[in-house]
């Protein structure tokens, strides 16, 4: 069955340092989301991306992130300047169709870990 | 905000008994999907519901929809061990593109 992957399963970095965290969505799919999960708390949303633009992002989503699909199979989440509070589980998603409508495919995740 | 609210918390309880858990939502939804999380682990979908439904099923899930109360249940029958995990209801707004996960209800099975 085909699933959503996510690399690396955990990223330590330092303060101030951009990461970028790679995700590679189920190939027919069209939709493609980030969210993030700080540690015991509920999962947010962060971003939705589409025929190869955003969509539509949340409040957390400011400058300091970006997204990009560098190719026809990777889908990637970079953080520009890490800070503390950026620890957390970040999961990537896709979907066929938007998630209004469509179930969404989650990955493992990645922990990303700020010192 | 269109959060989700689950609620208990947190449940327990013995092998073989039924589970329900609860989401309560505060406007419009176009669908509500339930999704399961294992500690540490990725969420896997469990169920859709659209907004026009009332009910549905699947395996040993049983999800409810009352757009006019505004929330739905999750029955888990004949619940598992395998079924500890931490449950969540995920909105998608009407008209918008709202995506909310609740807090999530943390099940335990006890064998």
């Not at chain 1, 992002?57 to 890490?82: A, Y």
């Not at chain 2, 999907?33 to 859709?48: A, D, E, K």
Request: charged share 20%.
């Amino acid at each position: 069955e085909p699933e959503v992957t996510q690399t690396p399963s955990h990223q330590v970095t330092q303060m101030g340092q951009e990461v970028i965290l790679r995700c590679v969505p189920i190939s027919n799919h069209l939709y493609f989301y980030w969210y993030r999960q700080i540690l015991g708390q509920k999962v947010e949303f962060l971003v939705s991306f589409y025929n190869n633009e955003i969509s539509e992002k949340s409040e957390i989503f400011d400058d300091q992130f970006s997204v990009e699909r560098p190719d026809g199979s990777n889908f990637t989440l970079k953080i520009r300047s890490t800070k503390l509070e950026d620890s957390a589980m970040y999961f990537c998603a896709s979907s066929e169709a938007g998630a209004h409508v469509d179930t969404q495919y989650f990955g493992p995740g990645t922990r990303l870990t700020v010192l | 905000s269109q959060q989700g609210e689950e609620d208990p918390q947190a449940l327990s309880i013995q092998e073989g008994e039924n589970a329900t858990m609860n989401c309560s939502y505060k406007t419009s939804i176009n669908n509500l999907q339930w999704y399961r999380q294992n500690s540490g682990r990725g969420l896997v979908h469990l169920i859709l519901i659209r907004s026009n439904e009332r009910e549905k099923h699947s395996g040993r899930l049983r999800v409810t929809l009352d757009t006019s109360k505004k929330s739905s249940s999750l029955l888990i029958t004949a619940s598992r061990a395998a079924d500890t995990a931490s449950y969540f209801c995920f909105l998608t707004g009407a008209g918008s593109y709202q995506l909310t996960f609740g807090k999530g209800t943390k099940l335990s099975v006890i064998p």
